[in-house]
């Protein structure tokens, strides 16, 4: 089992910074692959950005703007977001597949095991 608690979402303005992190308990190994992904109001959950093995991968609308970073040796991952857009506005959820899986599938959603309960980032202008 692992569970997984999100923190650091709030309302910031337009062109502002945020941090979000999660924390990761239970059977994690260096080889599982966590991620971010956001479901805005009205749209579907989307990948935002996942890490492992020191890769990661981004969403093409995030790509410059967000840093995904993990601490292996804490479980964690971070979510550093620079110049925020109000289109960024969002529920952001952590989330971990603890296997191994090729680098193409990490923004699949369904190769995700886990789920944290979200952190809402409100982006305003």
């Known amino acids: 089992q692992v569970q997984l608690v999100e923190s650091g979402g709030k309302l910031v303005q337009v062109g502002d910074s945020l941090r979000l992190s999660c924390a990761a308990s239970?059977?994690?190994?260096?080889?599982?692959?966590m991620g971010w992904f956001r479901r805005a109001p009205g749209k579907e959950r989307e990948f935002v950005a996942a890490?492992?093995?020191?890769?990661?991968v981004y969403a093409d609308s995030v790509k410059g703007r967000f840093t995904i970073s993990r601490d292996n040796a804490k479980n964690t991952i971070s979510l550093q977001m620079n110049n925020l857009r109000v289109e960024d506005t969002a529920v952001y959820y952590c989330a971990v597949r603890v296997r191994r899986v090729i680098v193409g599938a990490w923004s699949r959603q369904d190769e995700y095991n886990y789920w944290g309960q979200g952190t809402q980032v409100t982006v305003s202008s």
């Open positions: 890490a492992s093995g020191g890769n990661a």
């Open positions: 239970g059977d994690i190994s260096r080889n599982s692959i």
